[in-house]
């Protein structure tokens, strides 16, 4: 039946049937968390009767579910596990961000707002910093945050008073972090009253003497990060180290979750949720038969929903993942940080940016993070936290912390 539905290329006769396909696949979700064989098979036999990956964003989503819990059902050593989990290469899951980063708001919210957060930082220290800003980004990724903020302190330079940006980057392997630095510092010589330095290293590197020059303003970029850690311990041990550096700022981005929960079953209520209007979101961005929106949901979203519902098939210790702000919040707070006003210039940037980046819901813009339809920015935790949404669900939120 997979099989008979990946070979789909037409839209689902039976559509508009968003809340029973819902049903069956939270049916087959206890199915299989009961590990009720017979009742899993019949379900997921169902469902793929039902979904298409060519369909509205209902069916699409609920077939990388349905796909994630097959998996779960096999054994790693299973044949079948590798082609239902496969993993995009590396070429194909960059060119999948790409297309995200540009046609949807998502990442250039976080960045934009982040850079903002750090910009106003450096800013406030101009008098003592020696016009050098130094941040430090635990996942650097392909580098797209930051020609933005690259852009924004060259036009605060001169020729006569240049600033200093270094950025140390952490990565998952040395090639990506050598075509980021690539990028960066050919984008950077476009700005010659901007000094700029990067330095890669990678993931779990032991760093020593991160400060080098005297009193450089340190920014710490935590961008869709500590949701990736694979247990709280290491989440605790992460926000000790950036304590210690002592930084004037720290960015914390993370995707909006639901409650911190042990149970299979909740976790997988949570992520529905999220990836439910994740993918409702792209009906503003892209249409159906796009190849781009193809390509995003395969290779980014849905490699994601099946890794969500599969990291811990070997017994790995609990993982944060997606959480709620107030999660975070009560985190940050109990590791010494202290939160930090976001600047009415952000949120008008932000504002700004849904203006451009959306195409077809009317927009809603609420201070109280209320309902409303389309995308919409939302201002939080009394000023202290900012959030993208789309419609009544937050999608990502955006804060700014200080040691105390």
Not at 302 to 318: A, R
Request: with cysteine.
């Amino acid at each position: 039946m997979r099989e008979q539905m990946l070979r789909q290329d037409q839209r689902r006769k039976d559509e508009n049937n968003g809340l029973p396909l819902i049903h069956l696949l939270l049916t087959t979700a206890t199915s299989v968390d009961e590990t009720n064989l017979d009742a899993s098979l019949e379900n997921l036999t169902d469902l793929y009767q039902t979904v298409s990956l060519t369909g509205d964003s209902v069916q699409r989503v609920v077939a990388y579910f349905a796909d994630g819990l097959v998996a779960k059902l096999l054994t790693k050593k299973s044949p079948f596990y590798d082609m239902v989990m496969e993993e995009p290469t590396s070429d194909e899951e960059f060119l999948a961000f790409t297309d995200l980063y540009r046609v949807s708001p998502y990442y250039q919210f976080a960045h934009f707002t982040a850079n903002q957060a750090i910009l106003e930082a450096f800013e406030k220290e101009e008098q003592k910093n020696n016009k050098s800003l130094h941040v430090i980004d635990f996942d650097v990724s392909y580098g797209f945050q930051w020609p933005s903020l690259i852009q924004s302190l060259s036009e605060k330079a001169t020729s006569n008073n240049r600033i200093s940006l270094r950025i140390t980057g952490f990565g998952k392997n040395m090639k990506e972090l050598q075509e980021t630095e690539s990028r960066l510092v050919s984008f950077s010589k476009g700005f010659h009253n901007l000094v700029f330095e990067f330095q890669g290293l990678l993931r779990g590197s032991r760093v020593i003497n991160l400060r080098k020059k005297k009193n450089e303003t340190v920014a710490v970029n935590l961008v869709s990060y500590l949701n990736t850690l694979s247990c709280f311990m290491k989440v605790s041990d992460t926000l000790g180290f950036v304590h210690s550096l002592n930084p004037s700022i720290v960015v914390l981005v993370e995707q909006e979750g639901g409650r911190c929960s042990r149970t299979f079953l909740s976790r997988f209520t949570d992520s529905l949720h999220y990836f439910a209007a994740m993918f409702d979101s792209l009906d503003d961005c892209l249409p159906l038969e796009s190849a781009e929106r193809l390509r995003i949901e395969k290779k980014l979203l849905g490699k994601e929903i099946k890794s969500m519902l599969n990291y811990d098939v070997d017994g790995v210790g609990d993982c944060p993942k997606y959480e709620r702000m107030e999660t975070w919040k009560l985190r940050m707070e109990n590791h010494g940080f202290g939160g930090m006003k976001i600047s009415s210039k952000s949120m008008i940037q932000a504002k700004l940016l849904l203006k451009m980046r959306t195409n077809y819901c009317p927009l809603q813009f609420e201070e109280d993070g209320g309902g409303g339809g389309g995308f919409r920015v939302s201002e939080r935790d009394e000023g202290r936290a900012i959030s993208l949404g789309w419609q009544n669900r937050f999608l990502l939120t955006v804060s700014a912390w200080q040691p105390l």
